[in-house]
């Protein structure tokens, strides 16, 4: 299939060739014409030129002047071209056209004369705009080889078999060092970079010997069997297998990668050459059809990363990547591609280290960052050829050791191999010469006449963009309006703006800030806030705002935002996810996702939205810590059997002395202390051994249970909400016990008793606490519930309460200690629990150097194939820092941070309201939260 593809390309090409040679002498009517070729000073790795010393002299033969500027670096020597009759000379202002390889310095650059080169411009990168303006001001007429191509749209000058060769080389030399760095010594370490060759043909020698060594069964068997993954077919696919092929190989097709990663030989590698319909797919169910691809490639979506990826060693990537086209590998793909995991090729034998994953190494010829391989994010350079992508960290390094996959990215591979590719390139070039130096840049473009394939090249004649290429004045004014939007801070790629300004948001601030191109904006309604955090993190930009009185300035707010973080009560998240589906804007919550939020996962799904929520503590850091168990445990084959989870945020033991043995954070907003009020009176549901059971609401109080898991806390606990609906969401159906609690310390379930029994957590209005009416005490108020005024004597009123508590101390002593018998005047605010969870808020508020801590706990019943049970513990304890974040705005803040970042990055790409349950999402924050000092222990008992 490959054999007949390149004979129909090399029979187009000699057609073309054909044609343009036809035309020289007519070109050549008007008497000699001078051509020049330039030296190229772009880096001191380019020592390419556009034709060779034959090819030049072949032009020289047929009449043509052909000046070149002397180099040293070039490969091709002067002596070699003056023997062909070129001629020396600095000064190449005598030629009508300057031909090179890559971009033209502005200052040299001659008026009113035609260039060809690679310009970079088509694209309207901004980096070549300067470029641009100043063909433009010196009326040069601008060939660009890149859009030289025949009738069918091919490219007909390029080096792509050479990028393709090159890369070969390069890729196998990487794998040799990255391998050796794994434990493993292999063939491949006595291939070297392809510069260090002086042809191919002493590489080619290279592979070969390495090949040799392979067949001999010389490979580490604890490797077994490598494939390497071409995609497309090429001149750079075609290059890249040529060197292939040196080795002892097998072609396969793609259905059989899984077969042979398992089942392949060690004595040959295999190869698979993937065309675009092999893992191309419609999206309406429809054939693959190629014409309808390269008109709406976003019609389409791709299976590569799941179907052919997982059985790759190697992936040589030489396709285009257009727009809107389906990447290969998507960033969180590659969070599922790079996973460490036990392999069955893997021998298992001591002395014999494991691979991380199957893929060792991409080869991106393609070199297009954020294209086909999204995390490909910049070209590395022959200086520094190689990188390591960690999916996990979502970051590159330059070493060889640790986590990820090496990437070889260069963007000028065939100047490695610069004789043969300048050969390779010339001839392509050659044929058209005639055409090109015919042109008169100082005539209208109207009146060159030329091979279509030259003409249709031209970008700029005359002062201005020819018509195919006016659209690049289109991209210029859309870039010059976006680098007008963010000109304040230039170096500014990305905004995130984050609603509420409480403990909790520092420390989102403060991680996101650690990205000097992230811009943060902090909108708050409470100036004190703001004023706190811009004393920790200066850089962000604090707004003072009322969402519920600015419903116009949010909106502004949240359409000139990347993603929104919502730390805001949970009852707000819906009025601001509307906004964000409304901009198509990211989002991230670290609340539970309530019915509201979920009636708007369509509309998020269909705007393009990530809504991602639950990455807080509980839930966000108890959902993670279980998958990351649940997963292991399924993916070696066993079963959870149980499953029984406890979090709190208390004082630290040292500050526990309250009457609830609870604190609050204080804040002029109450809805966090009324939020931990109203849970004690919710009902719960849960599994255990097999059955339901149910907790009416108000009774959750009466379900207390005595924990001892840690016997250096005093804790109690009781079930929290519906237990039962996680054995779908975390994939654990098989578990026959379900239950996730709250942590308090012991005593608190019965002080919030008191409360309940004094109808201080009621949510109807009460007429004694109307804003608008006479003042009372919290004496007062108690002795009204008693039927009594507020002139009692205290005693009296004691004895009431010892009796309503069926004489019960620790309940009188809760209300005594809250001060709820004293002369304080309420401030009040209509409900007895709106009223009460203000006045504690106050009252049972941290002190300035008063710390807490989270606690977590996760009981995990496992059973094994072979029948052995097991029971797994997972502790988490973080305390907060005097004076500085306290523990629960650590891990709610830090885990919100790192998922906004992940947003940002394009790391989480699912679509609708989320939740962090796959793979992708979760251990990534698991990850970097170890590297905040927020790392979990781990117990494990065979039963």
């Known amino acids: 299939m490959l054999r007949q593809a390149g004979s129909?390309?090399?029979?187009?090409q000699r057609q073309q060739h054909d044609v343009v040679l036809s035309l020289f002498w007519r070109c050549m009517s008007d008497g000699p014409k001078v051509m020049a070729i330039r030296r190229e000073t772009i880096n001191v790795w380019e020592r390419r030129a556009p034709l060779s010393p034959s090819q030049a002299g072949s032009l020289v033969k047929k009449g043509i002047k052909v000046l070149i500027q002397p180099s040293n670096r070039r490969a091709y020597n002067m002596q070699e071209y003056a023997e062909k009759g070129v001629i020396i000379q600095e000064d190449i202002s005598e030629a009508s056209l300057v031909i090179g390889v890559k971009q033209v310095p502005i200052d040299i650059l001659i008026p009113y004369k035609t260039y060809a080169f690679f310009s970079h411009t088509i694209k309207a990168q901004e980096a070549n705009m300067p470029l641009l303006d100043a063909i433009l001001e010196k009326n040069i007429r601008l060939?660009?080889?890149?859009?030289?191509?025949?009738?069918?749209?091919?490219?007909?000058?390029?080096?792509?078999?050479?990028?393709g060769v090159s890369g070969m080389i390069n890729i196998l030399h990487g794998m040799g060092l990255r391998l050796l760095a794994l434990g493993h010594h292999t063939p491949f370490m006595h291939i070297g970079p392809s510069h260090n060759y002086r042809n191919t043909e002493m590489a080619r020698q290279a592979v070969r010997e390495a090949g040799y060594e392979i067949a001999l069964g010389r490979m580490p068997k604890s490797l077994g069997p490598l494939t390497f993954v071409f995609t497309g077919s090429g001149n750079v696919s075609q290059g890249a297998q040529e060197v292939f092929q040196e080795l002892p190989h097998e072609y396969i097709e793609?259905?059989?990668?899984?077969?042979?990663?398992?089942?392949?030989?060690?004595?040959?590698?295999?190869?698979?050459?993937?065309?675009r319909e092999d893992h191309y797919i419609n999206k309406d169910g429809s054939p693959f059809n190629a014409n309808e691809f390269e008109e709406h490639p976003e019609r389409y979506s791709s299976s590569f990363s799941h179907k052919i990826a997982p059985y790759a060693s190697c992936i040589i990537n030489g396709i285009y990547y257009a727009p809107n086209s389906p990447?290969?590998?998507s960033i969180p793909d590659a969070k599922m591609l790079l996973r460490p995991q036990e392999s069955p090729w893997i021998s298992s034998s001591p002395g014999c280290p494991q691979l991380p994953h199957r893929l060792i190494s991409i080869c991106d010829i393609s070199a297009d960052p954020g294209g086909s391989i999204e995390f490909m994010k910049e070209c590395t350079t022959i200086d520094s050829p190689f990188c390591l992508y960690d999916a996990e960290q979502n970051m590159n390094t330059e070493s060889f050791a640790g986590s990820g996959v090496l990437i070889c990215s260069i963007d000028n591979m065939p100047a490695q191999i610069p004789r043969e590719a300048t050969d390779f390139f010339g001839s392509r070039l050659l044929p058209f010469i005639p055409a090109m130096v015919e042109s008169s840049a100082s005539k209208p473009f109207e009146e060159y006449n030329c091979h279509h394939t030259v003409k249709n090249?031209?970008?700029?004649?005359?002062?201005?963009?020819?018509?195919?290429?006016?659209?690049i004045s289109e991209l210029r004014k859309k870039s010059k309006s976006r680098h007008k939007a963010s000109m304040q801070r230039t170096d500014i790629e990305k905004k995130a703006l984050i609603l509420g300004a409480g403990y909790v948001s520092s420390p989102a601030v403060e991680y996101l800030l650690r990205d000097k191109k992230v811009q943060v904006t902090v909108a708050s309604q409470f100036g004190e806030d703001l004023n706190n955090i811009s004393a920790i993190c200066p850089e962000a930009e604090c707004v003072l705002m009322d969402i519920h009185r600015s419903h116009s300035d949010l909106d502004r707010l949240v359409s000139e935002s990347d993603v929104v973080v919502s730390l805001l009560p949970y009852n707000l998240h819906p009025t601001v996810a509307e906004l964000c589906i409304k901009h198509k804007k990211n989002m991230v919550t670290a609340s539970y996702v309530s019915p509201d939020m979920k009636e708007l996962h369509k509309s998020a799904v269909d705007a393009g939205v990530t809504i991602l929520n639950e990455v807080g503590v509980d839930p966000g850091i108890d959902h993670m810590m279980a998958m990351q168990c649940f997963d292991e445990v399924k993916q070696n084959g066993g079963k959870i059997t149980s499953y029984v989870s406890w979090c709190g945020g208390l004082p630290a033991p040292e500050f526990s002395d309250s009457p609830l043995h609870y604190k609050f954070r204080y804040k002029i907003d109450s809805w966090f202390p009324k939020g931990v009020l109203l849970n004690c009176l919710a009902g719960a549901k849960y599994l255990e051994?097999?059955?339901?059971?149910?907790?009416?609401p108000g009774c959750l109080l009466d379900n207390v249970q005595s924990l001892n898991f840690m016997p250096g806390f005093n804790l109690e606990g009781f079930p929290n909400r519906d237990s039962t609906l996680y054995g779908k969401a975390y994939g654990i159906e098989s578990a026959h016990t379900l239950l996730r609690g709250t942590l308090r310390y012991k005593g608190y379930s019965t002080a919030i008793q008191s409360l309940k029994d004094l109808n201080l957590l009621s949510s109807e209005p009460h007429p004694a606490l109307h804003p608008g009416g006479p003042d009372i005490t919290w004496k007062g108020f108690i002795s009204e519930y008693f039927g009594k005024t507020d002139d009692i004597f205290e005693d009296s009123l004691k004895d009431l309460l010892y009796e309503k508590f069926k004489k019960n101390e620790h309940m009188l002593k809760t209300v005594v200690g809250l001060g709820l018998l004293g002369d304080e005047i309420i401030e009040k605010n209509g409900t007895p629990v709106d009223t009460l969870s203000n006045y504690l808020a106050?009252?049972?508020?941290?002190?300035p150097r008063e710390r807490d801590l989270i606690l977590m706990r996760h009981d995990i019943g496992i059973s094994w194939p072979d029948g052995t049970t097991e029971q797994r513990q997972l502790n988490l304890v973080v305390y907060g820092d005097q004076g500085g974040h306290s523990a629960m705005a650590k891990t709610v803040g830090l885990p919100t941070g790192i998922a906004a970042r992940m947003v940002l990055e394009g790391e989480i790409q699912t679509k609708g309201i989320v939740i962090p349950l796959a793979f992708d999402v979760y251990q990534p924050i698991l990850s970097r939260l170890e590297q905040e000092g927020i790392v979990p222990t781990e117990k494990i008992t065979i039963l």
Request: glycine letters at 8%; proline letters at 4%.
């Open 327 to 329: 990447r290969l590998i």
């Open 8 to 12: 129909r390309i090399f029979q187009r």
């Open 143 to 163: 060939i660009d080889y890149e859009k030289m191509v025949d009738s069918e749209g091919q490219r007909v000058v390029a080096f792509g078999k050479y990028a």
């Open 457 to 471: 090249a031209v970008i700029a004649s005359n002062g201005k963009l020819t018509p195919n290429f006016e659209y």
């Open 842 to 847: 106050k009252r049972l508020a941290y002190g």
């Open 254 to 275: 793609p259905e059989y990668l899984p077969k042979v990663a398992r089942q392949g030989s060690t004595s040959k590698i295999y190869s698979c050459v993937v065309s």
């Open 689 to 696: 051994n097999g059955e339901v059971k149910e907790i009416a």
